[in-house]
């Protein structure tokens, strides 16, 4: 029995070097194609960044003097008031809760599905978290977290008495970390269903014919031949990840205690809660360098992973 | 490289740019003048559709009085209203007429215009305000708004599950024994705790300085939540759910205002509100509401107040026709037909109408609602205090829900969760 | 057929069945707290919370989706959520595969670390972006207008990354045949690209719709005037007053604004399904 080739590794698209006849008369076109986008990314978001980077050097009030601060907003993140710490550590925890369980969960369900007649159906059915305005989310999903609510009802009948799950500092994360799977669920499970249903039939016949069982063709075979898909959902459910804000504020507003934190909703309540624009750039600053150097990490190590055609 | 080169030259430019917006970033607030002519923008939580048709009437008749003034209205959701707030100081398209809580002038003071120089232009007559409305606005002995409602804080029961408790209504001036021992009997006998705690501020330290005088704020504005008294206070608020297990715990540190929603849910029997709720509360709940005034402890100190009102913001560029568009909203018509909408009115003069409003709307299925709110009211307002707020107290409010919920829980003693929150104001 | 095969059809099929069984029940607990969404919106206000809790109250209170429409204007708020997700929808669309064309079709130095700077941009949270991205609006002159809503989040990088996956995933020959066919580029992006590309612009084009849908933040501060410029989520939170919230149409309105999202999923589900896996991610 021969074994099932893994498909070749290659690194896609083709380094430019081999092109370097056209590159100099591609140059000119690439940038009349670029212009509006670019344009559009330098007024809309370089200049707004810019102006936040500017912003985190100075102490600068909504309202009343702006001065200089230099470092002094980036000192204030690790002194001994700062909220900074917390929001940090729960940001990381979320991500690290996040999205693993997100990637498993979804590509799990997405094969489930592939195996059902309603795949379709099933698709959109999954996809209705995500549509429901996260204000409903929050009211639902509190009235089932709360004593006496449903999730404690349906405990009792199996004699588990919960603590009260949003109030206590323990548990308040995971049950924040639930909602916010439950919410995003949809997307990379679309992903996923969309990316089996184009594997590639013949290499799938090929390996049944072969006798691989139904578990090492999806492990060596189906996956592997998605791993584009997984790492497109892994960095950008990433990215997102680390930005989470408005689910623990609409469920727990950073509470119990600093429990549910995170950068953003320290950016947040810096900037609008306490009128402080400066104070409130520097940690975003902070988050975006993480960011960068995690997705970075990402990108290069794709070539070990993901297999292009 | 040439990208290199042209990715430098945009940072260059960026920066640049930069600089010179915010240099040059003036705009100056909103309104425009046109010979005269004036228009204001006047910015006012959402009322709900027909509050805001009422209140849009009050800006109509300002052209009316005044023709060369028009006034714009912009009603931005409530539970919104300040974060948008900050971000139209921080471009400097504040509204000229700027609507602020009480609880919040401290905070937005320095960006507001104190009314002393407009007396005239506002008609301004300090006998014809409730006092504690008046002073409510003001901040470091300057008035900064004028009032438009008057609240203060009062207990809500539900008069069902007393008479299914067999427990006798409570009366005005009663104590806080009084009220332990009503909570027991009521949880014993329903099964469900009998008050609704809550983190709002108002609401949870009105009882504290029932309970014994303790104030979180110094009169010089300072957050001071290590005094003895308060300790004591907040250790027994605490323990009602703790130890005498007679209180609801709200679920999270999202749920600010519990008690009170619990409260017209009927799941607890009592909380505290405010009287801006007595026309809504009474008409929402499916049984029948009653109003007390809050019992008081052995140095109890009666009760908070708390109202809004309309002032100038600093930036204003027609700053006299903002004081005089004021003057007509705030005027004896204007308040009259507010009152007659079931809003607390803050000029005394329309407590009357304000109270038939509520015999009218309430006394159908609640005999004797508005007899037992005209005492109630008076009662509290005899010994009602405004309440002061911190120039940081959105964050403090902040920091106390996420705190507070863990004593409130059991989870962490209340006197450290005081020094929490007294720690993250800084 | 022998015996033991039909034996092992049959363990089959039961075993299909018990699984569509068992996915059915996983999908029902899955969309459970949706339904309890819906069977709440129809109670009145005061039961929402009542305790213990239950699916539904004592009353159907059909009212409540009426209210939803008589206390606010949210039918306004629909429209203009589905003008804004609609326009912003088109820009991102034209903007993103112009610039994926270049970034995943032409050659040029730099293009890929280019394309990480653009994903970068990315990482930037919103929230620290909005005040300065005022500022812009009032030097514009643009604060309450449609521009403002539709224009400044309208050229993210998620967009172009999205396409350039799915260009790069094109076989080049296709692009070479075109150019030895005398196109420019400008005929070979409109003739040859786009329509490939259909499926992966209806995927970029639900995501984006539902974005711009769902955007809270940035409206809140743009929009002065609620009524004649707020998206839904804004209008969401018209129902939470000074005095209390009104739960039931909260509820009642969330159901409402399902609607046009989930229809837009549904007619793109079939140009969905194609597009996702050609976004170069199923490694064809």
Same mark, same amino acid.
Do not use: E, I, L
């Given at each position: 029995m021969t074994a099932i080739a893994s498909p070749p590794r290659t690194v896609a698209p083709p380094p430019v070097a081999r092109r370097r006849r056209r590159s100099r008369s591609e140059a000119r076109p690439a940038l009349g194609f670029l212009t509006p986008s670019a344009l559009g990314l330098t007024i809309f978001v370089l200049f707004p960044t810019i102006l936040a980077v500017v912003t985190s050097l100075f102490h600068w009030p909504t309202f009343g003097d702006v001065t200089w601060a230099g470092g002094q907003n980036y000192a204030d993140l690790f002194s001994a008031g700062s909220q900074f710490g917390p929001a940090l550590v729960n940001t990381v925890v979320f991500t690290v809760l996040v999205v693993p369980t997100n990637l498993v969960l979804t590509l799990a369900m997405a094969f489930w599905i592939a195996s059902s007649r309603y795949r379709r159906f099933y698709r959109v059915l999954f996809f209705l978290p995500v549509v429901t305005p996260t204000v409903a989310t929050a009211i639902i999903w509190k009235m089932l977290y709360q004593p006496g609510g449903m999730i404690d009802w349906v405990a009792s009948r199996f004699g588990i008495e919960l603590p009260n799950l949003l109030a206590t500092p323990s548990t308040a994360l995971l049950a924040v970390v639930v909602v916010i799977l439950w919410q995003g669920f949809g997307y990379n499970m679309l992903i996923f269903s969309a990316a089996i249903d184009q594997l590639p039939e013949d290499i799938l016949a090929a390996a049944a014919l072969d006798g691989a069982s139904p578990l090492r063709q999806l492990f060596q075979i189906k996956i592997p031949l998605m791993t584009p898909a997984i790492f497109f959902a892994s960095t950008v459910t990433m990215i997102q990840a680390f930005q989470i804000f408005s689910e623990p504020y609409v469920m727990t507003a950073g509470g119990p205690g600093n429990a549910t934190v995170t950068i953003v909703m320290d950016v947040y309540q810096t900037a609008f809660q306490g009128g402080q624009l400066g104070a409130a750039a520097a940690p975003a600053m902070v988050l975006f360098v993480l960011i960068l150097v995690i997705t970075m990490v990402q990108w290069i190590g794709q070539r070990k992973w993901v297999h292009y055609e | 490289m040439k990208l290199k080169a042209k990715g430098l030259i945009a940072i260059c430019v960026g920066v640049g740019m930069a600089a010179a917006m915010t240099a040059c970033s003036s705009g100056g607030s909103s309104g425009g003048s046109n010979g005269g002519n004036v228009t204001l923008d006047w910015g006012f939580w959402d009322q709900g559709d027909a509050g805001n048709k009422t209140w849009q009437g009050l800006a109509d008749a300002v052209h009316k009085k005044y023709p060369n003034i028009t006034v714009k209205l912009t009603s931005p959701p409530f539970a919104d209203y300040f974060t948008k707030l900050q971000s139209q100081l921080a471009a400097n398209t504040t509204p000229c007429i700027v609507s602020m809580q009480s609880l919040r002038l401290p905070a937005f003071a320095s960006a507001m215009e104190p009314l002393t120089d407009y007396s005239s232009e506002l008609g301004f007559?300090?006998? /014809?305000?409730n006092a504690g409305a008046l002073k409510a606005l003001q901040y470091q002995g300057k008035q900064y708004a004028i009032p438009y409602g008057f609240s203060t804080m009062v207990m809500y029961y539900n008069k069902d599950l007393f008479a299914k408790a067999g427990v006798a209504e409570p009366k005005n001036g009663w104590t806080i024994d009084e009220f332990e021992a009503d909570a027991k009997k009521i949880t014993a006998a329903t099964g469900k705790p009998a008050f609704g705690q809550s983190f709002s501020d108002l609401h949870m330290f009105s009882l504290l300085l029932a309970d014994?005088?303790? $104030?979180? $704020? &110094?009169?010089?504005g300072k957050l001071d939540l290590t005094s003895s008294t308060m300790k004591d206070a907040f250790g027994w608020y605490s323990g009602l759910s &703790?130890?005498?297990? $007679?209180a609801s715990v709200p679920a999270s540190s999202s749920d600010i205002p519990w008690g009170e929603q619990q409260l017209v849910a009927g799941n607890v029997a009592m909380a505290v509100d405010g009287t801006w709720n007595l026309s809504s509360n009474a008409t929402q709940a499916g049984f029948k509401i009653g109003v007390v005034t809050l019992p008081q402890g052995a140095n109890g100190g009666g009760t908070f107040s708390a109202n809004s009102g309309f002032g100038i913001s600093k930036?204003?560029?027609n700053k006299k026709e903002a004081a005089q568009a004021i003057s007509v909203i705030t005027g004896a018509e204007g308040s009259a037909t507010a009152a007659e909408q079931g809003n607390v009115p803050a000029r005394t003069a329309n407590m009357p109408l304000f109270v038939k409003s509520l015999a009218d709307q $309430? /006394?159908?299925?609640?005999?004797?609602y508005s007899t037992q709110v005209e005492a109630t009211m008076a009662a509290s307002s005899k010994n009602a205090v405004p309440f002061i707020s911190t120039d940081s107290w959105d964050q403090t409010t902040k920091a106390i829900a996420r705190e507070f919920i863990l004593s409130y829980t059991g989870s962490q003693s209340p006197a450290q969760s005081l020094q929490n929150v007294q720690n993250s104001s800084k | 057929m022998s015996d033991s095969v039909r034996a092992h059809r049959g363990a089959r099929r039961v075993g299909r069945v018990a699984s569509e069984i068992l996915l059915g029940v996983a999908a029902l607990a899955f969309v459970f707290p949706v339904i309890f969404t819906i069977t709440s919106s129809f109670k009145p206000n005061n039961e929402i919370f009542s305790q213990p809790p239950s699916l539904f109250g004592t009353e159907f209170r059909w009212q409540n989706y009426v209210d939803v429409f008589t206390n606010a204007p949210f039918l306004q708020y629909i429209v203009n959520g589905i003008i804004m997700s609609a326009a912003g929808t088109i820009v991102v669309l034209i903007v993103s595969s112009l610039a994926a064309y270049s970034f995943g079709i032409l050659r040029w130095r730099g293009r890929d670390q280019t394309m990480l700077a653009y994903l970068a941009t990315m990482m930037i949270p919103q929230e620290v972006l909005v005040i300065p991205m005022f500022l812009l609006m009032q030097r514009f002159g643009w604060i309450n207008t449609w521009q403002a809503l539709i224009l400044p989040f309208a050229f993210g990088a998620f967009g172009t990354f999205l396409l350039r996956q799915f260009f790069t995933s094109l076989p080049y020959d296709i692009v070479e045949a075109s150019r030895m066919d005398g196109c420019s580029n400008w005929s070979t992006f409109w003739r040859i690209i786009l329509p490939l590309a259909k499926p992966s612009l209806a995927v970029l084009g639900v995501w984006t719709f539902i974005t711009y849908w769902n955007s809270f933040l940035w409206p809140l501060i743009v929009v002065n005037d609620v009524h004649q410029l707020g998206n839904v989520p804004l209008g969401l939170q018209t129902f939470f007053g000074e005095h209390g919230a009104a739960w039931n149409l909260v509820l009642a309105a969330s159901v409402i604004s399902i609607a046009p999202t989930l229809i837009v999923v549904i007619l793109l589900q079939k140009h969905l399904v194609k597009g996702i896996a050609t976004v170069g991610l199923a490694g064809r």
């Open positions: - | 007559t300090a006998s /014809d305000w014994n005088g303790a $104030v979180p $704020v &110094t009169s010089g &703790t130890s005498q297990k $007679v930036t204003c560029a $309430v /006394d159908p299925k609640n005999p004797g | -």
